[in-house]
């Protein structure tokens, strides 16, 4: 069911048909097809087209396209400094506006945002911190932290970050594994109206990293003797295409977090590219994410400068001071471009907030959403109490590529429940079970081709061993994403949920996301989760249910959840057993956790419980 159609004159005016003329191709089925049977040419006027600067360009686009998918080398022999590329507008036009809960507002315009790095950068070199050394930030969602990755960029150094939510030894786990030179940090951060003294937490982190040279606090008067300093040119250090830029950490949920390293070059491009042609983001555009410091989206969100378009950055709960809080801002910015996740979404559905009628969001045209598979439902509810001229761009990628693979378009309709298309440059297909590629047919999603933002390497990996084991181990050179999914008929895409947590009964493969869309429709139910019990060779599917606070689980609504499933779904998706919980636990970048919930049930020991925001919970999940 086709809910949006872009017009032929919104068409005509996005970077996706502009890109189509450059390479004369006729559509998207074209222009994606081009983009990945002619790479180099492809990633080339990216590059080109994006005027993404270069020191010394390449002597070649990909090295050697016959070896292994992971040693791929991309752009060899060029150099570049990421930082300078966000920072390559110097006037009075904004950059970011930051707003909080207590309404404060602040504004930088660009002339700003590149003094205050260069004023940053001069601390860091204070600090001893030069080219190849980590930066570890402890930071919310505020300009400070934007400031300090840029700084940190801009000399060729490595920037990480943990927001203030993550539990200390969480922080230890994986800062401790990348031996930061410098910890970056605020003595205190609020949240849903609470205050949080972070001073001592900070300080115990830095006692368990002894590679911590120093903590800069820079909300610390006495340290901040530099600011005043104007006008100083930032002498750019220049690096590989592939010198290390980020360091981001897999959600550690079944051992100690995995250290993914990004590159400078592969980011950038990456970035741009789904920024200027999948989001249609152009300078005048004032864009918008709600995220944290410690998500991917953090970095794909703030690499948005780099078009010269002005970031609006909040730092809070998207539900503080009222339900509303997040399209106030849209009114009150005139965001143009929102990006949310879809338990965002279900959480105003189940509010029955109705923005349509309540709020001003004419200036709305793309909203973006990440982090979870995007229901139908929701899309009726984003066109019913949202807005209906707008692209609902559903997105879906990971950590582990800094990007997506699939996400929006503004030159192709939104179908009912579907991802828009397969990102361009990124060869991905559907395998069954036999390692075929398929449509209409759900399997595992993989990548068979080789593309810019895949990570460098993982840190402390040097024989790359994790890496292939993570990515490439099912599949001989192809990428094994880990999503189960389909490929529609009309060439979009749905996310089942996590392949690892397919459940198998009596050989059946059952998605979760199928039995979270059926039980969450209920109004009863605010969340659940499900995991697949051990028993004889085989699994009993146990589903845990948060229902509302007034409701207890009792026998009539187990009966109709149940029907429910059975009748939207199959006799095998229904649950063996279904069990009241107060909470769903999640990782502190708010995804429920289902095989840490497996484990619990099948009595084996839960690793590092530490990446579990709520842990506590899990308790409530034991059975006998």
């Given at each position: 069911m086709k809910l949006w159609q872009p017009s032929l004159e919104l068409i005509e005016r996005s970077n996706m048909f502009a890109l189509m003329k450059v390479l004369n191709q006729n559509n998207y089925e074209q222009l994606y097809q081009y983009s990945v049977n002619y790479p180099e040419k492809f990633w080339k006027s990216v590059a080109d087209y994006c005027q993404i600067k270069f020191s010394k360009l390449p002597d070649k686009i990909l090295d050697d396209a016959s070896t292994a998918m992971f040693q791929s080398k991309w752009f060899v022999n060029a150099q570049l400094n990421f930082a300078e590329n966000l920072l390559k507008r110097k006037d009075d036009k904004p950059a970011i506006i930051y707003c909080n809960e207590n309404n404060q507002k602040e504004v930088i315009s660009y002339r700003l945002l590149y003094e205050k790095t260069a004023q940053y950068r001069q601390?860091?070199?204070?600090?001893?911190?030069?080219?190849?050394?980590?930066?570890?930030?402890?930071?919310?969602?505020?300009?400070?932290?934007?400031?300090?990755?840029?700084?940190?960029?801009?000399?060729?150094?490595?920037?990480?970050?943990?927001?203030?939510?993550?539990?200390?030894?969480?922080?230890?786990?994986?800062?401790?594994?990348?031996?930061?030179?410098?910890?970056?940090?605020?003595?205190?951060?609020?949240?849903?109206?609470?205050?949080?003294?972070?001073?001592?937490?900070?300080?115990?982190?830095?006692?368990?990293?002894?590679?911590?040279?120093?903590?800069?606090?820079?909300?610390?008067?006495?340290?901040?003797?530099?600011?005043?300093?104007?006008?100083?040119?930032?002498?750019?250090?220049?690096?590989?295409?592939?010198?290390?830029?980020?360091?981001?950490?897999?959600?550690?949920?079944?051992?100690?977090?995995?250290?993914?390293?990004?590159?400078?070059?592969?980011?950038?491009?990456?970035?741009?590219?789904?920024?200027?042609?999948?989001?249609?983001?152009?300078?005048?555009?004032?864009?918008?994410?709600?995220?944290?410091?410690?998500?991917?989206?953090?970095?794909?969100?703030?690499?948005?400068?780099?078009?010269?378009?002005?970031?609006?950055?909040?730092?809070?709960?998207?539900?503080?001071?009222?339900?509303?809080?997040?399209?106030?801002?849209?009114?009150?910015?005139?965001?143009?471009?929102f990006g949310t996740s879809a338990k965002y979404l279900s959480a105003l559905q189940k509010k029955k907030q109705a923005p349509i009628h309540t709020h001003d969001l004419s200036s709305l045209k793309t909203i973006l959403s990440t982090g979870s598979p995007l229901l139908p439902e929701q899309f009726d509810y984003v066109y019913q109490e949202i807005k209906q001229d707008v692209c609902l761009s559903s997105i879906s990628g990971g950590t582990d590529i800094i990007s997506c693979f699939v996400l929006g378009n503004p030159t192709l309709p939104v179908y009912r429940g579907e991802i828009q298309c397969i990102g361009l440059g990124m060869k991905v297909k559907v395998f069954n079970e036999n390692g075929e590629a398929v449509t209409n047919q759900k399997g595992e999603l993989v990548c068979t081709q080789a593309f810019p933002s895949m990570p460098i390497y993982f840190w402390n990996d040097k024989e790359g061993t994790k890496y292939h084991h993570a990515y490439f181990e099912k599949y001989d050179d192809i990428w094994s994403h880990g999503d189960y999914a389909l490929i529609t008929p009309n060439q979009g895409v749905i996310i089942y949920g996590r392949s690892d947590a397919i459940l198998n009964p009596g050989g059946i493969r059952i998605g979760t996301a199928e039995i979270y869309r059926v039980v969450e429709k209920m109004p009863e139910v605010i969340e659940s989760i499900a995991a697949g019990k051990e028993v004889e060779n085989d699994i009993q599917i146990i589903l845990f249910v948060k229902l509302l606070p007034s409701l207890e689980l009792n026998e009539e609504l187990i009966q109709k959840i149940k029907k429910n499933i059975k009748e939207h779904l199959s006799p095998h998706h229904v649950p063996a057993k279904i069990i009241q919980v107060p909470d769903i636990p999640r990782t502190i970048n708010g995804k429920i956790v289902e095989l840490a919930v497996r484990e619990v049930i099948n009595h084996r020991p839960v690793k590092n419980k530490d990446s579990i925001v709520n842990a506590e919970v899990l308790q409530h999940f034991s059975m006998k």
């Open positions: 601390i860091l070199v204070k600090n001893g911190i030069s080219i190849n050394d980590r930066v570890a930030g402890f930071l919310s969602n505020t300009p400070e932290a934007v400031i300090a990755m840029l700084a940190t960029a801009s000399l060729g150094a490595v920037w990480t970050v943990c927001s203030p939510d993550f539990g200390s030894d969480a922080v230890v786990d994986r800062f401790s594994q990348i031996a930061p030179k410098l910890l970056i940090a605020k003595k205190s951060h609020t949240y849903q109206g609470k205050f949080f003294d972070d001073e001592e937490k900070v300080n115990f982190i830095h006692s368990q990293l002894p590679s911590v040279k120093n903590v800069w606090f820079i909300d610390d008067a006495n340290s901040n003797e530099v600011m005043t300093t104007k006008h100083i040119e930032i002498d750019f250090v220049q690096t590989a295409f592939d010198h290390p830029l980020y360091i981001l950490y897999s959600s550690g949920t079944t051992g100690l977090p995995k250290c993914i390293v990004h590159g400078v070059g592969g980011t950038l491009l990456q970035h741009m590219k789904e920024l200027t042609f999948h989001v249609n983001l152009k300078p005048e555009d004032i864009i918008f994410y709600y995220t944290a410091t410690g998500w991917m989206m953090w970095n794909w969100f703030v690499s948005s400068l780099s078009v010269g378009a002005t970031l609006v950055l909040y730092d809070g709960s998207p539900f503080y001071p009222n339900d509303t809080r997040l399209f106030d801002l849209i009114s009150q910015e005139k965001i143009t471009i």
